[in-house]
């Protein structure tokens, strides 16, 4: 089964038996770099995140946990830390396995996608952590999840919430009966999740009628928004996950000047002025990414590492969207709410 090869786990010993100040006596006794600086021999983790409309909540959460677990950046450990664009993640990987880090942390379906390939094939593959993933059993980044058997294992989101998130919908806007739905006809993801969307949709006491439109990039979805007729649509969403991690800020813009409320996937884009969310607590999961970072650099093998499903679900809403589009947020919706936002675009 992959592990740490002897490279590796030296310097992950290194680091964590003290080899900040090891790097400082042999500076003493050998000198500098020609930059001046002392040569550490730490370990390197990649992390990879396609998506430059945002930085996802789940790294900055998993950064805090390494620190908590005796893991500090530019001391004992690099973190190697890249914000893509789609077709940045397969040289990206290439990069990574080039340099031989000592583990690749993967966002998202096409970051996982991409560091899975690169390592496929090689002598001794690079330990993979994924975060967030569609399905890792169906998509084959793990045989099971309860033993992964190969090179990756990491965090998912287990619960399907689609069915409440658009019961939620209905609930805060009364008046919703068509959904402007956003979707990349090039995301893998798109056909299997508007098939998820119809069949929650036709269960709901009043069906909504998801208006399908396909927008690939920006120029798309200023274009589709252009086009809207006044009182057409009475909400909208983004559908395919390439679309949320690319375009969600454009999306709310978009939607707001049209008056449009917006339901979002992740509670940062209702700060940002969607109207609400109703998802998986993404730091939950970074935290929970920095313990398999964590065990693999101490040598643990990712085959014997299962993976966790995390099913914490947060409910946010962006009042001050409510108020801009008219909208009246029940009472007990504002209790509930795990995050309740007064501002936005």
Known sequence: ???????????????????VLMAAVLAACAGSDDDGSAAQDVPRVGLMHVGTDHIPPSWPSLKGRLEELGWTDGQNIELMWRNLEPDEAEAQADVFVGQDVDVIVAFEDTSISAAQ?????????????????????????????ARPDRNLTGVYA???????????????????????????????????????????????????????????????????????????????FLLSPSLRLNHSTLTIRLAERARIPVQAHRKEWVEEGALYSYGIDLPLIGRAGARYVDSLLRGTSPAELPVQEISKIELAINLGTAARLGIKVPQEMIIRADEVYRGGT
């Open 158 to 236: 287990a619960r399907d919430v689609v069915a409440k998130q658009l019961e939620l919908y209905e609930l805060l806007v009364p008046r919703l009966r068509r959904v402007l739905t956003l979707v990349d006809p090039d995301d893998p993801n798109t056909e299997r999740l508007l098939t998820v969307y119809q069949a929650a949709s036709a269960q709901l006491p009043r069906p909504l009628e998801l208006d399908i439109r396909e927008a690939s990039n920006a120029k798309n979805l200023r274009r589709i928004f252009q086009s809207l007729r006044p009182g057409e649509v009475d909400g909208a």
């Open 1 to 19: 089964m992959p592990r740490l090869p002897d490279s590796r786990r030296t310097r992950a010993a290194l680091a964590l038996g003290g080899a």
């Open 117 to 145: 390939e690169a390592t496929a094939g090689t002598s001794d593959p690079i330990p993979i952590v994924f975060l967030h993933p569609s399905d890792p059993v169906r998509d084959g980044l793990v045989d099971s999840l």
